[in-house]
């Protein structure tokens, strides 16, 4: 297994325990951040960990680096504004936003540029 799918298995489950945890706490008041957190990292975990598991291109590889990055800017700014008050930085979540997007793009390009048929 190589460095990038531990460093995305490691990620998919905090992703997928934060998600949880935030869809718990959501559940107990009224934030649309929490519930947005637990949208999106519950949504992006087992994606990374299937690209983790069964990715064995360079693109597949280049769309779960774009989707982990996304998703802990966008899920980090979604947080501090939560707890802290404030955003990651300037356009944290448009920029997390738009690289979760980049990242499930790759995934089309990946699909489209595979070799092979389907099995039967």
Sequence with gaps: MTLLSRMLLLLAGVLGAAGVAAAAAASHGESRNLSAIATIFLAHAPVLLVLALHGRSRLLGAAAVALAAGTLVFGSDLALRQWMGHALFPA?????????????????????????????
């Excluded at 944290?92 to 738009?98: D, K």
């Excluded at 980049?102 to 070799?115: C, M, Q, R, T, Y």
């Design 92 to 120: 944290a979540a448009p920029l997390g936003g738009v690289t979760m997007m980049l990242g499930w793009l790759l995934i089309v390009v990946a699909g489209v540029a595979a070799k092979g048929g389907a099995s039967t």
